[in-house]
């Protein structure tokens, strides 16, 4: 199955920022909700941010105010962004994207990108 694409991670100390990227095709005549998520070692995956076709999005109140999701598409491709400011050590973790597509029967599955470690030291 298809996954999506991310980029962006890194290393970067406490108070600087980063922007995740995730990419994806096949998206053409389709609605989707864009998510965020986040799972630093020994925890759970949690939800960090989110994005609607139209606009609408959420955050994690860890992070509000500090992130901020955005969306492109163009055409087949979608694309999904998270540009993270005054960065903390508690954000490190590994970052996913999902999109959950709705529309004609081409729309695609659910589907996940790779992750992409993001790490903020101290």
């Known amino acids: 199955q298809e996954q999506l694409v991310e980029s962006g991670g890194g290393s970067v100390q406490a108070g600087g920022s980063m922007r995740l990227s995730c990419t994806g095709s096949g998206y053409a005549y389709c609605t989707y909700d864009m998510t965020w998520y986040r799972q630093a070692p020994g925890k759970e995956r949690e939800f960090v941010s989110s994005i609607e076709s139209y606009g609408k999005t959420n955050y994690v109140d860890s992070v509000k105010g500090r992130f901020t999701i955005s969306l492109d598409n163009a055409k087949n491709t979608v694309s999904v962004y998270l540009q993270m400011n005054s960065l903390k050590p508690e954000d490190t973790a590994m970052y996913y994207c999902?999109?959950?597509?709705?529309?004609?029967?081409?729309?695609?599955?659910?589907?996940w990108g790779q992750g992409t470690q993001v790490t903020v030291s101290s």
């Open positions: 999902k999109i959950v597509a709705y529309g004609p029967n081409s729309c695609p599955p659910p589907r």
